[in-house]
Nanobody
């Protein structure tokens, strides 16, 4: 089973930026799309962004489009989420996820999950 570990969360003011990282501790990890999801208290887990294994294809939830950027560095088996212009409604636990094959916005399609990292945006 692939182990995913997120980092980079924290407390920022509205309008600020954070960069989340997700490291996969599996040397044979390949041909996996990666995604970021988030879950706020009392709400269901929602899709944020996803990227293909090659890095050539990515897409975003409408709520973060233009503000967040997903990228990956396959040599390090690491995926990033650059979050700019953060809003209080972005406050949530952010989860890194991986699935075999292409990108998906559906959480149930992902095979592996990290433990989550807390992002809190103050007004």
């Amino acid at each position: 089973q692939v182990q995913l570990v997120e980092s980079g969360g924290g407390l920022v003011q509205a309008g600020g930026s954070l960069r989340l990282s997700c490291a996969a501790f599996e040397r044979t990890f390949s041909n996996y799309a990666m995604g970021w999801f988030r879950q706020a208290p009392g709400k269901e887990r929602e899709f944020v962004a996803a990227i293909s294994w090659s890095g050539g294809t990515s897409y975003y939830a409408d709520s973060v489009k233009g503000r967040f950027t997903i990228s990956r560095h396959n040599a390090k088996i690491t995926v990033y989420l650059q979050m700019n212009s953060l809003k209080p409604e972005d406050t949530a636990v952010y989860y890194c996820a991986a699935r075999r094959g292409g990108t998906s916005y559906n959480a149930i399609e992902y095979h592996y999950w990290g433990q989550g990292t807390q992002v809190t945006v103050s007004s």
